[in-house]
């Protein structure tokens, strides 16, 4: 008589067999008399599965529907040991969270050197949150650590650039403009184009390159050119007097 | 722009007529607003460049509210019309402390916010094909922004 009300209840509770198995535990070692402490014990593991499997909220209303039918059920035992299961899952997940976080901002945001005083920052993602503002105080740690001459920005991994993005994008680009070095925009999708038309946004201040592959060219003129530039000064200021002007001959 | 009887329908919109409701409490709230945009705008059958337009606004009108009202919701339904070109219609609810001057935070520029280029009211104008804005200092703001699905 016992066994099958149980059983019965154990089919009501249960949608699949893993989850009638642990029903099945739960109310046997609930409804077994034991101990208090040990009862702990012995319901920590189920109690924990189905938590698990079946989230708090639909859980909470099984309980509601056991405590119903079985007068023998100790909720009233149970309920601290459920809420104390619930926090513990709780900060694991947010943990987890946490941890993948941090994760996150150290993998997304590379700054790579792809050619001689040139770096490249592919951003990818929203541009809104913490990470990009990370990302930034990297960039310019780099850009003044190898004293990089330009800096390659591509926001093709970027899905849509809002006033927020735009102002954040303006802020970088005008803080590795300070420390004298040019910044190429590259990787604008046409529908992201329309919309910073739209907004009203323009990035006049940065050189804008087609693809990665004009951007990296433009990089490379640019850096001949100040080499050039950088001759003729030695050459005017009498050859040699910088220790540049043997190599200005063809100029 | 709209009559006295528009803006007291503005300020009664009944959260169950729409698709979607984010809440806004959070700045992560305002990425989930504009995926939920992008989303509708695409099962819509709006084109790339207008899913992008009007994410964009609900992302700008999303910040409006976390930064000068703190709390809010964004409200976002398909409407089907008799000429059979689908619209998406945005609703930005806030009881934040209301805009003075409406024509003042309209123009190009204009902020109270330090981090801000002062364009996000005008630029979701200028996404969008049509614009309602509601504001009563000390009660709220209501924006009501529509685009329509372009014939091909």
């Known amino acids: 008589m016992e066994k099958s009300q149980l059983g019965i209840l154990v089919e009501e509770l249960g949608t699949s067999d893993y989850e009638r198995k642990l029903w099945q535990k739960l109310l046997q070692e609930a409804t077994s008399g034991a101990e208090a402490s040990e009862l702990r014990e012995r319901l920590r593991e189920p109690l924990l599965e189905l938590l698990k499997e079946l989230g708090e909220g639909s859980f909470g209303t099984k309980l509601q529907l056991v405590s119903k039918k079985l007068k023998e059920f100790p909720t009233v035992d149970i309920l601290p040991l459920v809420l104390e299961l619930c926090g513990e899952l709780r900060q694991e997940k947010e943990q987890a969270l946490q941890e993948f976080q941090q994760m996150l901002s150290e993998l997304a945001t590379p700054v790579i050197r792809i050619w001689t005083d040139v770096l490249l920052v592919p951003l990818v993602g929203g541009l809104d949150s913490d990470r990009a503002q990370g990302m930034v105080e990297r960039l310019l740690e780099r850009a003044s650590s190898t004293r990089a001459k330009v800096v390659i920005v591509d926001v093709s991994g970027v899905p849509m650039i809002d006033t927020a993005a735009g102002g954040f994008l303006i802020e970088m680009f005008s803080a590795v403009k300070l420390l004298g070095a040019d910044v190429i925009l590259t990787g604008l999708k046409p529908e992201v184009a329309h919309t910073l038309v739209k907004l009203g946004i323009d990035f006049q201040m940065v050189v804008i390159a087609r693809d990665l592959e004009d951007a990296l060219r433009r990089a490379i003129a640019m850096l001949e050119e100040e080499k050039r530039q950088q001759q003729k000064i030695a050459r005017v200021w009498g050859g040699g007097f910088l220790g540049e002007g043997e190599e200005s001959d063809e100029v | 722009?709209?009559?006295?009887?528009?803006?007291?329908?503005?300020?009664?919109?009944?959260?169950?007529?729409?698709?979607?409701?984010?809440?806004?409490?959070?700045?992560?709230?305002?990425?989930?607003?504009?995926?939920?945009?992008?989303?509708?705008?695409?099962?819509?059958?709006?084109?790339?460049?207008?899913?992008?337009?009007?994410?964009?606004?609900?992302?700008?009108?999303?910040?409006?509210?976390?930064?000068?009202?703190?709390?809010?919701?964004?409200?976002?339904?398909?409407?089907?019309?008799?000429?059979?070109?689908?619209?998406?219609?945005?609703?930005a609810v806030d009881r934040g402390p209301g805009i003075e001057d409406l024509d003042l935070a309209l123009r190009r520029g204009y902020t109270t916010h330090e981090r801000s280029l002062g364009i996000g009211l005008s630029g979701v104008k200028r996404l969008m094909d049509s614009f309602e804005i509601a504001s009563k200092v000390g009660v709220g703001t209501t924006v009501v922004v529509e685009k329509r699905r372009r014939k091909f």
């Open chain 2, 1 to 91: 722009m709209e009559g006295e009887r528009d803006k007291r329908g503005l300020m009664d919109i009944q959260e169950e007529d729409f698709d979607v409701v984010v809440r806004i409490s959070r700045e992560d709230d305002i990425a989930i607003a504009r995926q939920m945009a992008k989303q509708l705008a695409q099962e819509a059958g709006f084109s790339l460049a207008d899913v992008t337009k009007i994410a964009t606004a609900v992302s700008e009108l999303a910040r409006n509210i976390y930064r000068y009202a703190q709390t809010g919701v964004i409200m976002i339904r398909k409407q089907y019309q008799e000429t059979n070109n689908p619209t998406v219609q945005v609703v």
